[in-house]
Nanobody
Framework: VQLVESGGGLVQAGDSLRLSCAASGVAFGNYAMGWFRQPPGKEREFVGAVSRRAVTTYYADSVKGRFTISRDNGQKTLYLQMNSLKPEDTAIYFC???????????????????WGRGTQVTVPS
């Protein structure tokens, strides 16, 4: 199983970025997918998640209204559209796959079986 993130970079406050996460070796549609991030010197935190058929999305309060998660099961790809970026969004962003069915579990990193290696997003202050 492999999850590979891409699309990170250095942008200015207020700019947008779209991250992608390409999956291989996994029945992508069988997993809910999540995005997490780890700011410098801090613990990893939940950003958002999307259900198996993209019917429902969930977001951390810190990104709600600015970030949008989507997925293309045919292409086995997960996306994170990030708008109105702020310096506090600076972090390594990870995608992850969970077999959990309960949305209560989506924000819990321990419920995710597979992880990508991350992509860096930097928004200077």
């Amino acid at each position: 199983v492999q999850l590979v993130e891409s699309g990170g970079g250095l942008v200015q406050a207020g700019d947008s970025l779209r991250l992608s996460c390409a999956a291989s070796g996994v029945a992508f549609g069988n997993y809910a997918m999540g995005w997490f991030r780890q700011p410098p010197g801090k613990e990893r935190e939940f950003v958002g998640a999307v259900s198996r058929r993209a019917v429902t999305t969930y977001y951390a309060d810190s990104v709600k209204g600015r970030f949008t998660i989507s997925r293309d099961n045919g292409q086995k790809t997960l996306y994170l559209q990030m708008n109105s970026l702020k310096p506090e969004d600076t972090a390594i962003y990870f995608c992850a796959a969970t077999p959990a069915f309960s949305s209560n579990d989506y924000s819990n990193a321990d419920k995710y079986d597979y992880w990508g290696r991350g992509t860096q997003v930097t928004v200077p202050s």
